[in-house]
């Protein structure tokens, strides 16, 4: 088998296998509604053990996976239609929705910038840090942007949502939140991606107004990132 034959095969199994992965750990959620085993965690949890397993390194992973980053921008694009049907609410606490969205975004920004300095993190690993609290195709663009390593951001990005979605799930029960405005705001802002997908499974209201959170507050993210690092 040629090089080129090699490579095409592999790209083609890792593809199949990351695809699989997905669907098999996307059924095991749908029987045991639990976040622990949401796909988003498991899925890379399987596949990473598979590449170990297989002593694959991630260039030729991402070789036959790569396609699917760039599947992130159509699916946020695709949220604008739930957003849509919200607009009546969206228009009326448009006030509150922006000042929590400029608030949030401040804050996960600086606060990632103060956790790299607790940590004695510093060059492009920090600028990796920076962008963890944005949803990934704009986590990724600004990562690049400040010279940090938009691969290790994405993992960043999952790790973040993965634990806004846990936490907060628990904090908001403790928490006088009980607005649609407010857990939408408070998902689409902590936990992104992940966030906005438990929001939707809570009140299709909640997670179009998450999900109206995280874009906005996304676009914040970079500009304020990219100011916030060119100040510092």
Not at 169 to 192: F, K, Q, S, T, V
């Amino acid at each position: 088998m040629s090089a080129d034959s090699s490579a095409l095969a592999q790209a083609a199994f890792w593809c199949l296998a990351t695809l699989a992965g997905y669907a098999l750990c996307n059924a095991i959620y749908r029987r045991h509604r639990h976040t622990w085993l949401s796909p988003v965690l498991l899925a890379p949890v399987l596949l990473i053990g598979l590449t170990l397993l297989l002593r694959t390194p991630y260039s030729s992973y991402l070789s036959g996976t790569g396609w699917l980053l760039t599947m992130l921008g159509p699916a946020t694009a695709a949220m604008a239609l739930p957003i849509y049907r919200e607009r009546v609410l969206i228009r009326r606490c448009w006030p509150l929705l922006l000042v929590t969205i400029v608030i949030g975004s401040v804050t996960a920004v600086l606060g990632a910038w103060l956790l790299a300095s607790l940590l004695q993190i510093d060059g492009a690993v920090a600028r990796s840090l920076i962008p963890r609290s944005i949803t990934t195709p704009f986590a990724m663009e600004l990562s690049a942007r400040i010279g940090g390593i938009p691969a290790l951001t994405a993992v960043l990005v999952i790790i973040t949502g993965l634990f806004g979605a846990l936490v907060g799930e628990r904090l908001l029960a403790w928490l006088p939140a009980e607005a649609r405005l407010a857990r939408g705001c408070a998902y689409g802002m902590a936990a992104h991606g992940v966030g906005v997908a438990r929001a939707y499974e809570l009140d299709p209201r909640i997670g179009a107004i998450a999900g109206l959170t995280m874009i906005i507050a996304g676009v914040g993210n970079v500009l304020v990132g990219v100011l916030v690092w060119k100040l510092l």
